[in-house]
């Protein structure tokens, strides 16, 4: 075999070997989601979400962590939610939260690069918001969100409005316990953990696939160079502004970003750095084409804009608090990016249980009317009110 078909064959192995070391994670992420989703009618966030005032703002910041869902489809769901009457702000939040706060991020995170960077996760995304809201204040002009809702009650097809129009939640009263361990609660969970797998995989497979062929291909001194690893003081403070442009130029997006961060903390950006890295999903450029569509132009600049100051100042503050508190990793940077192959260990077991789960949930979608819910995925925004599971 030839050089090239090695280091192709290289590159697949890392991804696949990446892709084995997650897979627990993701399943149980998924399920958890799925469960918190089952439970909370998206009918009921844009009444919860009225104003750009600090209740509404964490009300926003709850709710999106438990709304876990794709970069597109946290734009979709924010769009809506901001037609059906929510504070523009808040569902600005409530998109940050969907993508930057949830829970199988943070797992992913902790396997991948270490504890630290999902507890970064976890400081930095609130933080984002707080500011996103103060920003939004100063310099949101009246005429520019008119603008904004003319452009979003048009109703615009951008992608993934099939899949946030359908309202899988678990209606009826009794406890929270009762409605998730009955019929209908195993179908509704069965259907959100289906389709959030069925809006991410993608973004997933091509993060894995762009982290393998970095790793592989991509000689350690163009990152060094790349990221001023010679130079500490250097590094700390091109690490942020950096770490934005290149997730917009790697276009990956989610979850689907964080083996390539694992690639970028081993290639020497900066701590700092790999977090605004994570936090850039939303202003990849298929997303701001799509913020031109949902809002029009001058909003999809004011949005871009305003989103790569807030991860900017995420990835200072993230940096500046750790530091002094000694949470920045030390030591050699051997962050998981898939050297070691699949061996017989923890993880294999945790796969093979989290694999039969996820086996028996599809089983249960695809008895329940799961496969007609596929082809609704990319519907328009109005093209549907709703999805009722099949008991």
Not at 151 to 157: N, S, W
Not at 283 to 292: D, G
Not at 352 to 371: N, P, W
């Amino acid at each position: 075999m030839n050089t090239v078909g090695h280091g192709v064959l290289h590159a697949l192995g890392i991804a696949g070997s990446m892709t084995w070391q997650v897979t627990w994670s993701l399943i149980l992420g998924f399920t958890l989601s799925a469960v918190i989703e089952a439970l909370v009618p998206k009918s009921t966030i844009a009444r919860l979400l009225p104003d750009d005032r600090p209740k509404s703002l964490a009300t926003a910041t709850v709710l999106g962590a438990a709304s876990s869902s794709c970069s597109y489809a946290a734009v979709a769901l924010a769009r809506s939610l901001f037609r059906k009457g929510a504070d523009f702000t808040a569902a600005m939040a409530f998109q940050f939260a969907s993508t930057n706060l949830v829970i199988e991020l943070g797992l992913i995170l902790a396997l991948l690069l270490g504890w630290q960077f999902a507890a970064a996760e976890f400081v930095g995304g609130p933080f984002m918001i707080v500011l996103l809201a103060l920003i939004f204040r100063r310099f949101l002009s009246p005429n520019l969100l008119r603008q904004a809702r003319t452009q979003a009650d048009r109703a615009v097809p951008g992608s993934m409005e099939g899949h946030t129009a359908m309202d899988m939640s678990v209606a009826g009263e009794g406890s929270f316990r009762r409605r998730l361990l009955s019929r209908q609660g195993y179908t509704a969970v069965s259907h959100n953990f289906v389709m959030e797998w069925a809006a991410v995989l993608r973004d997933i497979l091509i993060g894995l696939l762009i982290a393998g062929a970095a790793a592989a291909w991509i000689p350690d001194t163009f990152w060094r160079h790349l990221f001023f690893t010679d130079h500490p003081l250097a590094a700390r403070i091109w690490g942020p502004i950096i770490g934005p442009l290149v997730a917009v130029a790697a276009f990956v997006c989610s979850i689907g970003n964080v083996p390539l961060a694992a690639v970028l903390w081993n290639g020497g950006i900066s701590f700092g750095g790999v977090v605004s890295f994570i936090f850039a999903d939303l202003i990849i450029v298929p997303i701001i084409v799509i913020y031109r569509k949902y809002y029009g132009p001058r909003m999809a600049l004011f949005l871009a804009g305003t989103f790569y100051l807030t991860m900017v100042a995420a990835g200072y503050v993230i940096e500046l608090v750790f530091t002094p508190l000694h949470l920045l990793p030390t030591g050699p940077r051997h962050a998981s990016v898939g050297e070691d192959g699949i061996t017989w260990n923890y993880t294999t077991w945790l796969n093979i249980a989290f694999l039969a789960l996820a086996a028996i949930l599809l089983r249960r979608f695809l008895a329940t009317g799961g496969r007609q819910m596929l082809t609704m995925m990319g519907g328009g925004p109005d093209d549907m009110n709703g999805h009722e599971a099949v008991p």
